[in-house]
């Protein structure tokens, strides 16, 4: 009996000290290129919240390999699970700065018919390649329509919240 007790005592030990190495080896674990990443993160911009992943839970993402903004990619890289940060991200590092090239003037008939124009309206319109992106109005005349192509978010400091939930 005193055998199986002393061999179960230093069988729990091993096992407590492989368990302690694993944890420390996932700790030191960071996002870095290549490495896939579960986050949760709350966006404001200018004081008011734009996105989050409170919704439809968190967001993962293969680091270095995905199309996120540049200031957000640098931003977390060297997190471990379970960090936490907040990150400012000048328009450079967002969406960049507003491009006065990106303003049209449309024919109000070049509309769909059912699309009632007002300024501030987010319409989405798509390339020649079928992929869709955000275009606003920005003002209404009577036979013309002002459109910038920018994206909403141009010109504008990013604000995240940001928590690593896991990387594999």
Request: net charge negative; no cysteine.
């Amino acid at each position: 009996m005193k055998r199986f007790f002393l061999a179960f005592f230093a069988g729990a030990i091993l096992l407590s000290m492989i368990s302690s190495v694993t944890f420390a080896e996932e700790k030191n674990v960071t996002v870095q290129e290549g490495k896939t990443v579960t986050i949760d993160y709350v966006l404001t911009v200018e004081g008011k919240e734009v996105d989050s992943t409170k919704a439809n839970g968190p967001m993962k993402y293969v680091h270095g390999k995905s199309s996120l903004i540049p200031g957000f990619t640098k931003g977390i890289e060297g997190m471990s699970v379970g960090d936490e940060k907040k990150i400012e991200i000048s328009p450079e590092g967002g969406y960049g700065d507003i491009n006065p090239e990106a303003f049209r003037t449309v024919n109000r008939t070049e509309l769909p018919e059912e699309v009632e124009p007002a300024v501030g309206a987010v319409l989405e319109a798509r390339t020649k390649d079928n992929k869709s992106f955000p275009v606003t109005i920005i003002e209404v005349k009577e036979d013309v329509i002002v459109l910038d192509y920018n994206h909403p978010l141009a010109g504008k400091t990013l604000n995240f919240n940001v928590k690593v939930r896991a990387i594999d």
